[in-house]
């Protein structure tokens, strides 16, 4: 639906444990210009420069020439990676992976939403770590914990970009080439795949890192269907470290400003 | 639905809803901000089950009493597509204000409101939505053991996969001439 461009952008690597060891750059480079997607980072005190981030965008798979797949197929496969889940050409029915899986112990610990245009604040939202969540009882589903629900008005249809800052801490192994690919759909139907590439994370971290995500254009039709039909738009949120799926996230949205 | 809150004593108050807290939680999440200009309500799938259970146990107990002009689906595991209702634009008051001399009051909504309004307890599936079809099949992702050839699951009238079943068959039989070795020697 949208034309689909890269850009590099920087982002900050905070460690809780020791400041010196940051892998960050001290450049506050902001990516804007006519991209889909780019990505905005703090400002880092350490002096050490950031790690340069990669964002790239992917649309359509049939654009980016990957192969058609199969949740089914992808469901037998020992790994799943990046290339597997850009083929994918609706919602998943399940989670490709068990919660088990995500062996790095990366936890998001807050996320924001703004406004790009008005810098508006929409959401923010956090969690203690999962260290300090030792009285939790899953009592319910496991996958229960990788589920959320947006209940949005009308007018968020009609922002273009929104920055989405997300914090999150690692455990003690370090992340090589840690990705996030978010495939939005209505009804089945591709509304835009976002590709953000996280990069280096050092082991025993708490990290940040702000993401915008460029709408895609949508005509008044389909706006309408969204907002009558709540919850049909839903999303799959894949994290890859070295090109392994290690955690699936779903969501869904309603547009109607109610229940 | 909103997000189900934990009412916490004594916290800060908004001047628009004087009534309502402007923290709350959610399944260990806090919600920090919440800007109702574009975002209404936030829950997680913990407590979209909660709320279901909840739900079917009262719809269960409504249904004996009273006749229904319609079939209610109370198996909460319909798909999506099947859904019964349909949502209709009306107002919706997202929390529920205390009754002032024994009259209920209304509340009269602000423009940009930026508070987290509180919201009535009471379980309603209207306010929640249908349960996403992940959470209705409560499956798993197939473990990374043998399990992962699935052949009990196969289906006579899917295709097979005769490159990637053979690729797997040949690490079996690969695993089984070690064994043959090493029994041999």
Known sequence: MSSCTSEEAACNHQDATCTSANKSSAADTICTGSTDCSSNCQGNPNPKPPTAMKVKTGCNSADMGYPVTMEEELLRNPVITPEDVLGLQKITENYLCTPGENIHNIDF??????DMETGTVLFEISKPPASDRAGDKRDFDPNAGRFVRYQFTPAFLQLRQVGATVEFTVGDLPINNFRMIERHYFRDKLLKSFDFEFGFCIPSSKNTCEHIYEFPPLSEETMREMILHPYETQSDSFYFVDNKLVMHNKADYSYSGGP | MK??????????????????????????????????????GFTTGEELLKAAHKWSGAEAASAEALPS???????????????VYKTKSRYYQPYDIPAASGRRRRRMPSSGDVCLKSLAMEPSRALHGPLPFCLLKGKRAHSKSLDYLNLDKMSIREPADTEVLQYQLQHLNLRGERMFTRNKT
Do not use: N, W
């Open chain 2, 3 to 40: 997000a189900t809150l934990t009412p916490e004593a004594e916290k800060p108050r908004c001047s628009s809803t004087p009534c309502s807290p402007i923290k709350s939680t959610v399944s260990g999440y806090q919600i920090l901000h919440m800007d109702s200009s574009y975002l209404v």
């Open chain 2, 69 to 83: 002009p319609r079939a209610k689906p109370i198996d909460l595991g319909l798909h999506r597509a099947s859904r």
């Open chain 1, 109 to 114: 610990t807050r996320f924001r939403i703004r």
